[in-house]
Structure formats: C-alpha cells, structure tokens
C-alpha cells in the first residue's frame, strides 16, 4: 500500500492556472472512481475540494477542477489567488477496504 | 450542521496507550463511517484506517496493524481512535473524519499525541 506520487512543490502566479498530478497504479486511481483531493492549510483541518474524481461539494469554488487519464488524477486550480496558498493531498480506495493519499504537494503564490 | 469534536491534545511516554476520542452531531452516527488520518511533524497525511459505527466493521491500514484499535459508543454518538506501544515516530496530530462516498467530507479539528520520555 505505497502512497501516491505527487509533485512535492507547484508554484504560479496570482490569475494563472496550476495543475497537480497525482500517479497511482493498476491497483487504485486506475480502477476505482473514488479519487478525491483536499486543501490543507498548516494548523488547520484538512477540506474537501474535489471527490469521485471530478465532483465539487457545495460551497467549493468552481475555479478547483479534477480529472483523471489512466492511472493519474489531476487538480487544477484555475484563476491562482493568494488564499488558495496551501498544501494539497489527493486521496483514493486501493482496494480491500484500504485508502491511500498522495504524498502531498505544497502550492505557492508567487 | 455537522461537527465532529476531538478530544484534548495528550502527552504520552514510550510504550504507553493513546485513545482519541470524536463526538459527532448533526447528522445520523450510524450512516457514515469514521476515518482516522494523522500527520507527523513535516511530514503528509497518513490514512490509518476506518470504522463502522452501525456494524463495528473495520479496515486498518497495514502499519498499524496490530496497533491501533478502532471503536465507538453509538448511545453517545462518539467514535475512539486507541493506538497502543506508542513511540516518538507517533508523535503526530491525529484527525478523524465523516466518510462518504469514498471521500472525507467533514473532519474533526484534530488532536496533538505528543510522545516523549
């Protein structure tokens, strides 16, 4: 049960767009449709941004979209603000009752 | 609305037992499970596992296997988190949250395990 791979650090500026891959295997991004990322601000409780790959809860910006292409699920965070400066999990079933999140990547406003 | 509230942060010596404990409200206890989720000093969020709160069921992730206890009360609406033979690697915020159509929709405000000689 190996976390999956995310880029440690994405930066851009105020306006732009980013995007955060996050690379599993056969065994859990690939096959199961229960991908889902948060947004942790230090000192904070982790907040759900995105879940089933690509659905927004209520009362999360439409500027946070995901997506998913074989075995990897993507983030992007259209429109970069300042607030959106923080570090970012991504989170799938792996099978056998078990999770796994992603090795967490730290997103700067430059 | 729902909440869950964890239990005060605790300070621990080697070898010795935590267990954390979560309240939920505002929403029906036995129709979502808890997950447990911690992160070490600079390090990432770890899952540890999942509970059940109608049937008691269970999912530990491997590393803790053997460790970590996962229960609840549901006359009280609250969930427990119980990791035994601590050691300084443990030392961590420990989260529980609402699980929910494989995601973790609302979570507590998490709770200091300090473990230290």
């Known amino acids: 049960q190996s976390a999956l791979t995310q880029p440690a650090s994405v930066s851009g500026s105020p306006g732009q767009s980013i995007t955060i891959s996050c690379t599993g295997t056969?065994?859990?991004?690939?096959?199961?449709?229960?991908v889902s990322w948060y947004q942790h601000h230090p000192g904070k409780a982790p907040k759900l941004m995105i879940y089933q790959f690509i659905k927004r809860p209520s009362g999360v910006s439409n500027r946070f979209s995901g997506s998913k292409s074989g075995n990897t699920a993507s983030l992007t965070i259209s429109e970069l603000q300042a607030e959106d400066e923080a570090d970012y999990y991504c989170?799938?079933?792996?099978?056998?009752?078990?999770?796994?999140f992603g090795t967490g990547t730290k997103v700067t406003v430059l | 609305q729902v909440q869950l509230v964890q239990s005060g942060a605790e300070v621990k010596k080697p070898g010795a037992s935590v267990k954390v404990s979560c309240k939920a409200s505002g929403y029906t206890f036995t129709n979502n499970d808890i997950n447990w989720v911690r992160q070490a000093t600079g390090q990432g969020l770890e899952w540890m596992g999942w509970m059940n709160p109608k049937s008691g069921n269970t999912g530990y992730a491997q590393k803790f296997q053997g460790r970590v206890s996962m229960t609840r009360n549901k006359s009280i609406t609250t969930a427990y988190m119980e990791l035994s033979s601590l050691r300084s690697e443990d030392t961590a915020v420990y989260y529980c949250?609402?699980?929910?159509?494989?995601?973790?929709?609302?979570w507590g405000q998490g709770t200091l395990v300090t473990v230290s000689s």
């Open positions: 949250a609402r699980g929910n159509d494989g995601s973790s929709d609302y």
């Open positions: 056969a065994s859990d991004v690939a096959i199961y449709n229960l």
């Open positions: 989170y799938s079933y792996a099978g056998g009752d078990l999770f796994v």
